[in-house]
Each structure stands twice: as C-alpha cells, then as structure tokens.
Nanobody
C-alpha cells in the first residue's frame, strides 16, 4: 500500500519559514519523480515544485521561485519543501505527489501537471499570518 505522509505545516508569520516533509512508503521512491502542490480555499490546486528521481532536475512555479527549495533524500524515502519569506498568499493545504512517468529530461510543464502524478498525500495545512 502506497502512502505519502506530509508533515511540518503550521501557522507562521509573514516573512517566516517552514520546512515540509513527505515520507513515502510502499513504493520504490528512487524511481518516482516527486512534486509539491497546494490548494487554497476556493481556489484550484496549483503546482509549487517538482524534482526528478535523482534530484538533478528541479522545477518551481514562478510564484515561489527564489523563496522555496525542493529536495529529496532517496535513502530516507523523503522529499522536502523548504519555504522561506512566506507570504499570506502562500496559505494553503500543501500536498506531495509521486509520479512514475515523469523523466528527468521532461519540461517543467510535466512536473506542474497534476495528471502526471499517480499517488497523493493527505495534505498539511500552512497558514501565513500578516
């Protein structure tokens, strides 16, 4: 049974930082590209960042470039999202997802496409106060 479990969310003031983690089990983690998505109340889910199987290819949405950093530790079956300089507009439920089809040489449009991902976590709430 595949499980993706996010943690690290919480309440933070604008300008602060949080580090999200997503622990994977029940799959061959090193064979999956991973992505972070978020969904704010009343809005559609949007891509935040993606990382290839080896970590050599990384994609960021324009809204988070320069502030967020995605990374992975294949030995720990975990993907991370370091979020700095947080803004109230970053408030959302953050989800991690795993894809068996995205290859390292694929463009960012694949990493940002939710349809490319096979497995999803339950989400963790991030709230940024002004």
């Amino acid at each position: 049974q595949v499980q993706l479990v996010e943690s690290g969310g919480g309440l933070v003031q604008a300008g602060g930082s949080l580090r999200l983690s997503c622990a994977a089990s029940g799959l061959t983690f090193s064979s999956k590209a991973m992505g972070w998505f978020r969904q704010a109340p009343g809005k559609e889910r949007e891509s935040v960042a993606g990382i290839s199987r080896s970590g050599g290819t990384i994609y960021y949405a324009d809204a988070v470039k320069g502030r967020f950093t995605i990374s992975r530790d294949n030995a720990k079956n975990t993907v991370y999202l370091q979020m700095n300089s947080l803004k109230p507009g970053d408030t959302a439920v953050y989800y991690c997802a795993a894809s068996g089809s995205i290859r390292a040489y694929y463009s960012g449009s694949y990493y940002s496409d939710a349809r490319q991902y096979d497995y999803w976590g339950q989400g963790t709430q991030v709230t940024v106060s002004s």
